[in-house]
């Protein structure tokens, strides 16, 4: 009788402790729709840890691009997002667009102070990059490990994005 009552409260316990843990994404998904500029703001109310610099301006082919096409979601370009400062050094990304769609994306600055940095955005980096081209947003998950760096990537695709107008 003592082992089934002894049986019976800890797999309770244990069922009442599973039921309540939060999960991991559960918490970052308002932190990322926190961090994220809502749709359609101006760069300008950026969280404060973007800083602006030369890099923020779409390139020559870009800027002549969009007043010759006939809508914001046909448009065609490369767009330089702002650099995000994070803990561990700036972080920048660019962005292709073809007839509205992204077609390909490069973080042009990101750390790689020493060998650790170099290891850990040897493998982030293209991670980040193969969701941001299968959600055609900024809205994709951090990668595990390299939180920080996915931040200020996320950031400054973010920034990127809304000059494209996508």
Do not use: C, F, K
């Not at 089934?4 to 843990?21: E, G, N, P, R």
């Not at 809502?38 to 610099?53: D, F, K, L, V, Y």
């Not at 667009?97 to 040897?122: K, L």
């Amino acid at each position: 009788m003592r082992r089934i009552t002894l049986w019976l409260v800890s797999t309770l316990s244990a069922l009442v402790l599973l039921l309540s843990y939060r999960t991991s994404t559960a918490g970052t998904g308002a932190d990322e729709a926190a961090a994220q500029p809502a749709p359609g703001t101006t760069t300008s109310s950026a969280p404060p840890s973007t800083s602006t610099g030369a890099g923020a301006e779409p390139s020559a082919s870009a800027a002549s691009e969009p007043p010759s096409s006939s809508s914001s979601s046909s448009s065609s370009g490369t767009y330089t997002g702002q650099s995000a400062d994070t803990r561990w050094g700036p972080v920048q990304v660019r962005i292709t667009v073809t007839d509205g769609r992204i077609t390909d994306v490069e973080a042009v600055e990101y750390p790689q102070e020493n060998h650790h940095d170099v290891e850990i955005n040897s493998w982030a980096l293209p991670r980040l990059q193969q969701e941001v081209l299968a959600a055609q947003s900024a809205q994709v998950d951090a990668v595990s490990g390299a939180t920080v760096t996915s931040d200020g990537y996320l950031t400054s695709l973010q920034s990127a994005i809304d000059q494209a107008h996508l």
